[in-house]
């Protein structure tokens, strides 16, 4: 069983941050950052909500009236500032909020990724004399390390992900377009368990169209001798997968059954650097360097990973320069590529975390080239 997050415990986290940095309050605006720090889910609307956490009281929360029954079961504490639809009324609601937690001078913490225009506008409003600072790094670190809890449900996200890929292999017959093999994946994903919100709409593409790193699905039919590459995710528990693997219809040409065992042996190696101690910057050599060692440098045209959990694409970022040393906890994916145009792609993702010994993937499905028959 996967325990509740402890909110109480992560806004304490945020406390401490604030004391030891010069920003007075952080400002959170629906998204990841929201659920991970109070559980709560909003959509992005017309309707401007924001949670503000700042020292020596609790959190105060900007929100339509519409939707009280959200906070109305808290296990913590959690001031509210309701408004109406009239929205000549919204700005005196985010002028009593600031009222309520201080912070009408100094600096606020926002994300810059993910804070709208129409919600700061109502905190610049609100707090004239606030300056209103883009602080990744402050936010991104009370994310960046993932207890058991977290770990639990990234695997469940990576377990429901590969059985829901296994189902639609089954389904997959010569005629068939990307897009036909795209809802059938999307489909399988709901029915294997995946929360309803997927970390992102699958990438299907076969023939030249996998030399494409982000591909979208078209009408172009299966035919023999294409790669099929699947790139595609499940959600669980708000926690996400991100996975690629790539099969072949039949036999394929010699150069890109070459390709795909060059991409699985970056990938071995990519992985095998991981561990406690080593920074980004050297997994990302590691699994460049086979690929560059074969000739085909300059065909892995994308970083080797990217950090995974709440959302599919966050910190850490494995890529040639971050300086980032890696420690338990830090979840993120392997996915070395090569990619040639007009002929076609391999790319092999898994999912791993760093543990206190090495490290562990989440993801086990095969990583060679697999024919499908395709009947």
Known sequence: ??????????????????????????????????????????????????????????????????????????DYPLQPFFYGEDPNTWTEAFRSAIQYTGIDRGNIGIEQNRMRVLELRYLETAAPRAKFIADETFISKLRLYKDKSEIL???????????????????????????????????????????????????????PNSANPHASPSSRQLAPGDLLLFDWGASYNGYFSDLTRTFSIGAVDEKLSNIAQIVAEAN????????????????????????????????????????????AHEEPYIRAGNPLILEPGMTFTIEPGIYLPGIGGVRIEDNLVVTENGRESLSDMPRNLLSIPGN
């Not at 997959?172 to 795209?182: K, P, V, Y």
Request: glycine share 8%; proline share 6%; aromatic share 4%.
């Open 1 to 74: 069983m996967i325990e509740k997050p402890n909110y109480k415990n992560r806004q304490s986290i945020v406390m401490k941050n604030l004391e030891e940095t010069d920003l007075r309050a952080l400002a959170v605006n629906p998204g990841p950052s929201m659920v991970y720090l109070t559980g709560l889910g909003f959509h992005l609307m017309e309707r401007p909500t924001v949670v503000i956490f700042s020292l020596n009281q609790p959190p105060a929360i900007v929100l339509p009236e519409l939707e009280a029954l959200k906070i109305s079961a808290l």
């Open 153 to 207: 449900s990234m695997r469940k996200a990576v377990d429901i992900a590969q059985n829901a890929l296994n189902q639609t292999l089954k389904l997959i017959r010569l005629g068939m377009t990307e897009r036909d093999l795209a809802a059938e994946l999307t489909l399988q994903l709901l029915r294997m368990g995946s929360d309803p919100e997927i970390p992102f709409s699958p990438i299907v593409s076969s023939g």
């Open 268 to 311: 071995r190696v990519g992985c095998e650097s991981v561990r406690p101690g080593v920074s980004a910057h050297e997994v990302d050599l590691a699994a460049r360097s086979v690929i560059e060692k074969s000739g085909y440098g300059a065909f892995f045209t994308h970083r080797t990973g990217h950090g995974l959990g709440m959302e």
